[in-house]
C-alpha cells in the first residue's frame, strides 16, 4: 500500500511539471508570435509615418523654392524692369529688401542683361560679385532664354561650394521684348540642412538629388557630393545594392517609394519623394534610417509587456508550487490514510486542471486583446493620418499663394506712390496697406500652421550656431518698432555691451522673440514695454513686462495650448509655437500677470553650455 502511495506521489508531482513544462511551452509560443505581430506591425507604422515625414519636408522644400521663384517674378515684373532699368538706384534697393528677406535661402541674387552679362548682384559680404562676367556658356542661361520660362538648374561646384540656381526671365510685358533674367543660387547642403540632417550617418539622414542623379547633399560621406549616384565612387560605397539603385531610378522617375536594404553599414529604412514646383518634379530626396533605431524603440514596448507577462506566469507556477509542497507534506503525514490520501489528491489534480485552464483563458484574451489594440491602432492611425494631410495640404496650399498676392502688392503700392498726385491716389495706397497687412497676417497663419505640423509629428528640426542674443534682441526690437504706429507705446531695453553668445537656432529663437513682443504690442494700447535679459548661474533668463490688459483669468491656465485666445486679431498658435521651440531647446517658458494688476510678464530660459558658462563665471570673477 505505501509503495503504491509512493508511485501515486510520482505520478501526480510528474504529470504537474509536465503540465507546467507544456504551460510554459505554448504561453512562449503564442508569446513570440504576438511579439512578432506587433513589431511587424509598430514597423509599418514607423514605415508609413517616416513617408508622410518624407512628404512633408519634399512639399515644404517646394513650398519654399517657389516662394524663391515668385520673388524672381516679382523682379522681373517690377516697374524698374520693365523700365529696362537693370543696374538703377531704384532695382538695387528693390534687390536688397527681397535678398535680406530670401537669404536663409538663397547666398547670391543677380541679374544679367539682355547679352547675359551680369550687371547686378547680392551676395554676402566678401564675395565674388561677378560683375561684367559673361555668363552665356551656362546651360541655365541658355535654356532661360531659349524656354523663355522658370529654369531650375542641376548641381554644380563653384568655388568649392556645391549649388543650384533658379532663373526667371525679364520679358516686357507691352512688346514681349527679352530684357535679360533675374536668378539666385542656392548652397545645396546649407539648403538642404534646413529640412534634415546632411551629415551624420549614425542616424537619420536627408539624401538630395538633381534630375541627373547627381546628389546634392547627403549625410553618408560630404565626398560623394557632386557624384553622380550610379557613376563608379557612389556605387562602390554602396556596394551595388540593387534595391537602393531600384529605388533611386523609381524616384528620379519622378514616383515615391520606400526600401529595406543593408550595403554593409548596416540596415536601412529609406522613404523616397520627388520635390514638385508647378505640379514638376526638379529635385529628389530620401529619409534614411538606421533600422536599429526602430527596432530599439519597439523592443523596449515587447521587453514591457513580456515581463508583464511572464510575472503574470510565473505568480500561477509559484502557486502550483506551493500547491505541490502542501501535497507533499500533507501525504507524508497521512501515509497510513490512503483512501483520504486519493480523494484529496484528486481533488488537487482537479484544481491545478482548473489552473491551467484558467492560463488558457488568460493566453486567448492576451491575443483577443492584443488583435483589438491593433485594430485600433489601424483606426486611429488612418484618422490621424487623415486629420495631418488634411492641414498639411491646407497650409501649403494657402501659403503657395500668399507670396505672390504680397509682392504684387508692393509692387503695385510703390507704382502708386511713385505717381501720387491725389487724395484719389492716397485713398488707393490706404487700401493697398490694408491688402498687405492683411496678406502678412495670413502668411503668419500659414507659417505657425506648419510649425504646429512639425511640432506634433515630432520633425521640428533645430540648427544651431553660436551668435550674439543681443544682436538679435536689437533688430527684433528694431523691426517691432517699425510696426508701432500710434506712438502712445514705447519699448524699453537697456543694451549690454557686452557680448552674450549661446548656442541655438537663431531663426527660431528670432522667432519666438519676434512673437512674445509683436503679443506685447497688440494688447498695449498705451504705456511702456519693458525688455530684461539677466545671465545668472547655467541660463539665461529673457522677460518682457507690459502695462497692456493683462492674461484673461479664463485663458491663463491654458495659455501655452493651442487656439487659446479670446483675440479676434490671432489664432492662439503663436504661444504654443514658441513654447515648444523653447522646450526644444531644453529651455523653459511661462507668463503671469503683474502684482500691480497692470499688463504681465512673458518669460523664457534657456541653457548656457559649458563654455559660456566659464566665460559668464571669468567675467563676474
Same mark, same amino acid.
Do not use: C
Given at each position: ?75 522681373? =515684373?517690377?516697374?524698374?524692369?520693365? %523700365? ?92 514681349? %521684348? ?60 554602396? =556596394? ?8 533611386? %531610378? ?91 490520501? &486519493? ?18 483563458? &488568460? @493566453? ?255 567675467? @563676474?570673477?
Amino acid at each position: 500500500m505505501q509503495l503504491l502511495s509512493g508511485r501515486i506521489k510520482e505520478t501526480v508531482i510528474i504529470s504537474i511539471i509536465v503540465i507546467v513544462i507544456l504551460s510554459y511551452g505554448l504561453f512562449f509560443y503564442l508569446q513570440s508570435i504576438t511579439e512578432s505581430n506587433i513589431r511587424d506591425s509598430l514597423f509599418e507604422q514607423q514605415k508609413m509615418r517616416q513617408m508622410e515625414s518624407t512628404q512633408q519636408i519634399s512639399e515644404h522644400i517646394g513650398s519654399d523654392i517657389s516662394l524663391a521663384t515668385a520673388m524672381l517674378e516679382t523682379l522681373a =515684373n517690377s516697374f524698374y524692369l520693365q %523700365q529696362g532699368d537693370v543696374a538703377g538706384d531704384g532695382i538695387k534697393k528693390l534687390m536688397k529688401d527681397k535678398y535680406i528677406q530670401f537669404n536663409t535661402v538663397i547666398d547670391r541674387l543677380f541679374i544679367l542683361d539682355k547679352d547675359d552679362i551680369m550687371v547686378n548682384s547680392f551676395a554676402p559680404l566678401g564675395s565674388e560679385t561677378f560683375l561684367g562676367i559673361d555668363f552665356s556658356f551656362r546651360n541655365w542661361v541658355k535654356e532661360t532664354r531659349k524656354g523663355l520660362t522658370p529654369v531650375f538648374s542641376a548641381g554644380f561646384e563653384r568655388q568649392d561650394v556645391y549649388r543650384i540656381f533658379i532663373t526667371y526671365p525679364v520679358i516686357n510685358t507691352e512688346n514681349g %521684348q527679352y530684357i535679360g533674367l533675374v536668378g539666385a543660387s542656392i548652397p545645396t547642403v546649407n539648403f538642404f540642412a534646413h529640412y534634415g540632417n546632411v551629415r551624420d550617418i549614425n542616424s537619420q539622414f536627408l539624401v538630395a538629388f538633381d534630375r541627373n542623379a547627381t546628389l546634392l547633399a547627403v549625410g553618408a560621406s560630404q565626398d560623394l557630393i557632386g557624384k553622380n549616384f550610379f557613376g563608379y565612387e557612389v556605387q562602390q560605397f554602396i =556596394n551595388h545594392n540593387k534595391i537602393l539603385n531600384n529605388l533611386t %531610378q523609381n524616384l528620379l522617375a519622378g514616383n515615391f517609394g520606400h526600401a529595406v536594404y543593408d550595403y554593409g553599414e548596416g540596415e536601412r529604412l529609406t522613404t523616397a519623394y520627388p520635390i514638385f514646383v508647378n505640379d514638376k518634379p526638379i529635385y529628389f530626396i530620401q529619409l534614411v534610417t538606421p533600422t536599429s533605431q526602430i527596432y530599439s524603440g519597439i523592443n523596449d514596448v515587447l521587453v514591457a509587456e513580456r515581463v508583464k507577462m511572464f510575472s503574470l506566469l510565473a505568480g500561477t507556477t509559484a502557486a502550483i508550487a506551493v500547491l505541490i509542497i502542501f501535497l507533499i507534506k500533507w501525504s507524508s503525514t497521512l501515509a497510513n490514510e490512503v483512501k483520504k490520501r &486519493t480523494k484529496e489528491l484528486s481533488v488537487s489534480n482537479q484544481q491545478l486542471y482548473s489552473k491551467t485552464s484558467e492560463l488558457k483563458i &488568460t @493566453n486567448e484574451s492576451l491575443i483577443e486583446s492584443n488583435k483589438k489594440l491593433e485594430s485600433a491602432n489601424k483606426q486611429l492611425e488612418v484618422h490621424d493620418k487623415m486629420q495631418k494631410d488634411f492641414i498639411n495640404i491646407a497650409a501649403h496650399e494657402l501659403r503657395t499663394p500668399i507670396q505672390p498676392i504680397l509682392a504684387l502688392a508692393q509692387v503695385l503700392r510703390s507704382r502708386k506712390e511713385k505717381n501720387n498726385n491725389g487724395k484719389e491716389i492716397e485713398e488707393e495706397i490706404s487700401l493697398l496697406d490694408a491688402v498687405i497687412r492683411n496678406a502678412k497676417r495670413l502668411q503668419r497663419l500659414a507659417e505657425d500652421i506648419l510649425d504646429v505640423t512639425k511640432i506634433e509629428s515630432h520633425s521640428l528640426t533645430l540648427h544651431k550656431e553660436r551668435f550674439n542674443l543681443n544682436e538679435v534682441i536689437s533688430n527684433t526690437i528694431q523691426d517691432i518698432r517699425n510696426q508701432i504706429s500710434n506712438g502712445k507705446v514705447k519699448l524699453l531695453y537697456e543694451f549690454d555691451k557686452d557680448l552674450l553668445f549661446i548656442e541655438a537656432d537663431k531663426e527660431r529663437i528670432t522667432q519666438v522673440i519676434s512673437n512674445l513682443l509683436s503679443n506685447a504690442v497688440k494688447f498695449t494700447k498705451e504705456g511702456t514695454i519693458s525688455i530684461q535679459v539677466e545671465k545668472k548661474d547655467s541660463k539665461v533668463t529673457f522677460n518682457i513686462k507690459d502695462t497692456g490688459t493683462g492674461i484673461d483669468r479664463e485663458i491663463l491656465p491654458r495659455l501655452f495650448s493651442k487656439f487659446a485666445t479670446k483675440s479676434f486679431e490671432g489664432t492662439g498658435l503663436g504661444l504654443f509655437v514658441s513654447k515648444s521651440i523653447i522646450e526644444a531647446h531644453r529651455g523653459k517658458m511661462w507668463a503671469q500677470n503683474n502684482a500691480d494688476g497692470k499688463g504681465a510678464t512673458f518669460s523664457f530660459s534657456l541653457p548656457l553650455t559649458k563654455q559660456e558658462q566659464q566665460q559668464l563665471k571669468s567675467a @563676474n570673477t
